[in-house]
């Protein structure tokens, strides 16, 4: 590995304040920097001034081209490169860049969903500079990273609604600081840092696979001998190709400017791990796309292929991505930080309670947000969180927040020392916080670790909905607070009802049992496990309320948003069911015949010399052979018949029918094609087995 020097390196191609401090005039950096911490309007006078300096630097880094880069409703990034160039006559062209070029962009949006809301006539969208995450050279073009709405001003995107809840709760938390008397902060933000898990296989094993090629994970496959039994990977020593992968890939990612910090194996064979240092939540949730985007570019160079997938083999650990959302404020004040006294943090206690009430009352939400076909084979694995949502909080702050509700004297846990019993090896301060990885939404010392998400999806929306939802516990509280006579007494009335009031969403046990989920039933909390389920609950009324009153998502935005998780589910469980079927008739069915065929030929030619010769084995493998042969075209044949009337179902009720239906049949077929595996020959087998794909990358 080449020597780097990292802080050199380090957002060496992003056009961040130290690049704007030095290339733009006094008062347009001012007013610039002003947009950015403040969330004021952009002021367009000064735009050509940005455009002009933005320009010089991206050619001088190599750009050509610049690029309006937005994260339409289909999960991933999009983008559309216009040249610099421009010709001036005579055969001559300039390099040019206006103000106006910066802010807007007018790409046709006809073909990116839009969940009805467009009709075709209209199919402009419209692009706009989103100043407050910082544009950035990748591949030589200047990408500008901009919200995306249609001709007649929907957002069709996921950034739009993000920077619409980053206001809100701007606006709400606001009002509470100042009751405690703070005037000195300006702007009240979310912070996110998102941990994301992914596998690493061969290239090759990628390319013989159609399951991998299409839906990004294995429909068939029999377990390996060997599984994650031995728990010997999971924070084990990085193979070589890996390690090379990783430092490439940090070094790609710290030239963005993205803080790529933590790398580790995870639990499962050939599964991975990165976390970056968390930012504001809309550059924490460009640079998770960013992040997903270099996993997936840079393996080919290694020889491997990462999948983002959430469940890329059964039986093996699933992939999420752990959502670290915390409160705080422009002056760097944590709101979710307990400090040391955190019973006599009003703040903290009033910050924790709007957590508390958001996560209990939009529940729904919360699993809405991370509900998609993939994310549906992870959660409620028994590695994966359920669907049920409850709130960690860890033995000292739950001991706290019961002596509130009870009114009884809180005993501080004072921080334990413990020894290793080793002279040399110096006693450490034990964590106040303690760890349950099986709480879907939990406290983890300043911040709020949201577990459900899956690996592949874009982290906006979880993140649209704790900013609104915590927005609307403020709103509440700014309203039951502000103007009261004794603010303090209120104060505490207020916290204690309010996490008196939402207890039932606490809870510090194992939340993968079975016993939990029978208490979670009984305390009256949601539990969708399937993400059609859970889309139909989108739009209830107190959710559109809840949007709209801050504006977040009209509630035509909403609708066209719960019909394009309807689609996108339906979409990919047809893609899925059409692969298992081509897969069984075209792969499967004819390697298994010709494996047939030749234990014929062995009887057939053994018996030809003596009947007495044992062909029992030979025959008993053709006749199993040849009765899973027929049941897999039958199941193939079942499922193709089944998939096309789904097609033939708006998507709402194709989902259903799909839960109902189809997938019984698609783990059928499965189930008899893993059997045809055990009992083929390694030679026969047309695809790379779970045996081969795992444990390959060394
Ligand atoms: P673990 O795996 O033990 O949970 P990691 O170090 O892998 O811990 O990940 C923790 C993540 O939480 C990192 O991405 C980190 O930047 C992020 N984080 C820490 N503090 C905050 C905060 N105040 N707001 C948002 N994210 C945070
Ligand atoms: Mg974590």
């Given at each position: 590995m080449a020597n780097h020097n990292i802080p050199e390196l380090f957002a060496s191609q992003v056009f961040s304040e130290d690049v704007m401090r030095e290339r733009l005039p006094k008062d347009v950096y001012r007013s610039l920097l002003h947009t950015i911490a403040e969330g004021s309007e952009i002021d367009n006078s000064i735009a050509d001034v940005v455009a002009g300096a933005m320009k010089d630097w991206a050619i001088e880094h190599g750009a050509t081209h610049f690029t309006h880069w937005f994260q339409p409703l289909s999960g991933v990034t999009a983008e559309k490169h216009d040249a610099f160039l421009s010709p001036v006559g005579g055969g001559k062209a300039i390099m040019e860049f206006s103000g106006k070029e910066l802010i807007k962009g007018e790409p046709d949006a006809s073909s990116f969903p839009s969940g009805g809301l467009r009709a075709t006539f209209e199919a402009r969208g419209y692009t706009a500079w989103d100043p407050a995450s910082y544009a950035f050279i990748k591949d030589g073009s200047l990408y500008i990273p901009t919200a995306f709405c249609s001709y007649?001003?929907?957002?069709?995107?996921?950034?739009t609604p993000l920077l619409r809840s980053m206001d809100a709760i701007n606006r709400e938390g606001l009002r509470i600081l100042r009751l405690f008397g703070d005037t000195a902060t300006k702007r009240v933000i979310t912070t996110v840092g998102a941990e994301q898990e992914y596998f690493l296989i061969d290239s090759e094993h990628f390319k013989a696979r159609r399951d991998l090629a299409f839906c990004g994970r294995t429909l068939f496959g029999a377990p390996a001998v060997k599984g994650q039994e031995m728990e010997d990977h999971y924070f084990g020593a990085i193979p070589t190709r890996v390690a090379e992968y990783m430092h490439e890939l940090d070094l790609e990612l710290w030239k963005l400017g993205i803080c790529s910090k933590t790398k580790h194996n995870e639990s499962a064979p050939s599964q991975h791990e990165l976390a970056p240092i968390y930012g504001t939540v809309n550059i924490g949730v460009d640079h998770n796309q960013l992040i997903m985007e270099y996993m997936k570019k840079l393996a080919p160079r290694f020889g491997m292929e990462c999948l983002l997938a959430e469940k890329p083999f059964e039986g093996i650990n699933g992939s999420g991505k752990h959502n670290n959302w915390s409160l705080g404020t422009d002056t760097g004040v944590n709101l979710l930080k307990p400090g040391k006294t955190p019973e006599e943090n009003k703040l903290f206690l009033l910050s924790l309670s709007a957590v508390i009430k958001a996560v209990d009352d939009y529940q729904d939400l919360l699993r809405l947000s991370s509900a998609t076909a993939g994310n549906d084979c992870r959660l409620?694995?028994?590695?994966a969180p359920p669907s049920v949502i409850s709130v960690f909080l860890g033995d000292e702050l739950d001991a706290l927040v019961h002596s509130i509700i009870d009114g009884s004297a809180y005993s501080k846990k004072s921080s334990k020392y413990m020894s290793f019993g080793v002279s040399t090896v110096p006693s450490i301060r034990r964590d106040t916080t303690d760890r349950n990885r099986t709480s879907p939404f939990a406290f983890t010392g300043n911040k709020f670790e949201f577990r459900m998400i899956g690996s592949a999806q874009n982290i906006a929306l979880a993140n649209i909905v704790l900013n609104t939802a915590v927005a609307a516990s403020f709103r509440e509280f700014a309203d039951r607070l502000e103007g009261v006579e004794d603010f303090d007494k209120e104060l505490s009335r207020l916290i204690r009802t309010t996490l008196k009031e939402h207890q039932r969403i606490l809870f510090l046990g194992n939340s993968y049992s079975k016993e939990w989920e029978a208490e979670a039933k009984a305390r009256g909390l949601s539990n969708y496990k399937t993400s059609p389920e859970a889309y139909e609950h989108f739009t209830d009324e107190k959710n559109v309320e809840l949007f709209t009153s801050f504006g977040v998502m009209s509630e035509a935005e909403m609708l066209s948003r719960r019909e394009i998780l309807y689609e996108s589910y339906r979409k990919t469980k047809n893609i899925e069911a059409r692969t298992m079927v081509e897969m069984t008739l075209r792969d499967f069915i004819p390697a298994v015949s010709r494996y047939v065929s030749e234990l014929s030929d062995a009887v057939n030619s053994r018996r030809a010399i003596s009947a007495a010769i044992d062909t029992s084995v030979e025959v008993e493998l053709i006749e199993r052979l040849s009765a899973l042969l027929s049941r897999a075209f039958v199941g193939a044949k079942e499922l193709e018949r089944v998939e096309k009337l789904a097609q033939q179902k708006s998507s709402p009720e194709a989902s259903f029918y799909f839960i109902k239906t189809v997938n019984p049949k698609m783990d059928s077929l499965r189930a008899i094609v893993d059997e045809m595996e055990t009992l083929t020959a390694r030679e026969h087998w047309p695809v790379p087995t779970y045996g081969d794909i795992l444990f390959s990358v060394r």
């Open positions: 007649t001003g929907e957002a069709l995107d996921t950034k409620g694995g028994n590695e």
